[in-house]
Nanobody
Framework: QVQLVESGGGLVQAGGSLRLSCAAPRSIFITNVMGWYRQAPGKQRELVATISSGGSTNYADSVKGRFTISRDNAKNTVYLQMNSLRPEDTAVYYC?????????WGQGTQVTVSS
């Protein structure tokens, strides 16, 4: 089991910003597609954004223009900058590392956006 260490969740008012971080072992970080998913109460887990080892990004339509995924290869860390947050962004956010032989998840971090 790969250890993905997440941080940065919390409570913020609508319109505010948060930045999530996820640190991964280097062997995983440099070869995997790293991503963020979220799960709201009573809903299925859904894709938020992914970034490949080469830096290509993919976003859910609901977060395009508001969220930015990035990676720091020196720190083996992937970030999710979340701006213009909405109450509907409230969820547990999970870091994901996906490679040829693995599909690993972090423990999740709660993001709550108040109206």
């Amino acid at each position: 089991q790969v250890q993905l260490v997440e941080s940065g969740g919390g409570l913020v008012q609508a319109g505010g910003s948060l930045r999530l971080s996820c640190a991964a072992p280097r062997s995983i970080f440099i070869t995997n597609v790293m991503g963020w998913y979220r799960q709201a109460p009573g809903k299925q887990r859904e894709l938020v954004a992914t970034i490949s080892s080469g830096g290509s990004t993919n976003y859910a339509d609901s977060v395009k223009g508001r969220f930015t995924i990035s990676r720091d290869n020196a720190k083996n860390t992937v970030y999710l900058q979340m701006n213009s947050l909405r109450p509907e962004d409230t969820a547990v956010y999970y870091c994901n590392a996906r490679g040829l032989w693995n599909n690993d998840w972090g423990q999740g971090t709660q993001v709550t956006v108040s109206s």
